[in-house]
């Protein structure tokens, strides 16, 4: 008998770089779609701050230039920047764009994050 085994819920995709980030193709996607909707290309500033339900969230802002020490995750032409005090809480993570029933945002897969919140905001390690 042949199992067959169901597929994982994500796939992250392998991130370039050496900082262990990756952003989607669903992420980039949306960004350039903003940057068309402003007149302006955005860049998704992603960050990690205690707090939340469940010890740390995430913090997304749209923003239209870089910090001086912001990493930057690029793909297909669009950035996402993450600070240095973020990234160990992020390494490994994938930033990406879902349009489902219940909304649509950027979330965070993050493989470091033990439990997260019903929406999905808030996570633990």
Known sequence: MTSVQ????????????GHGLSLSDSA???LAKLGEVEGHPVMLRVAVDGGGCSGFQ???DLVQAA??????ISHDGQTAL????SLPFLKGSEIAWVDELAGAQFVIRNPNAASSCGCGVSFSI
């Open 28 to 30: 980039a996607k949306r």
């Open 6 to 17: 169901s597929p994982a819920p994500f796939q992250i995709t392998p991130a370039t770089g």
């Open 58 to 60: 995430y913090r997304l």
């Open 67 to 72: 910090e001086a020490d912001d990493i930057r």
């Open 82 to 85: 993450v600070d240095a005090v």
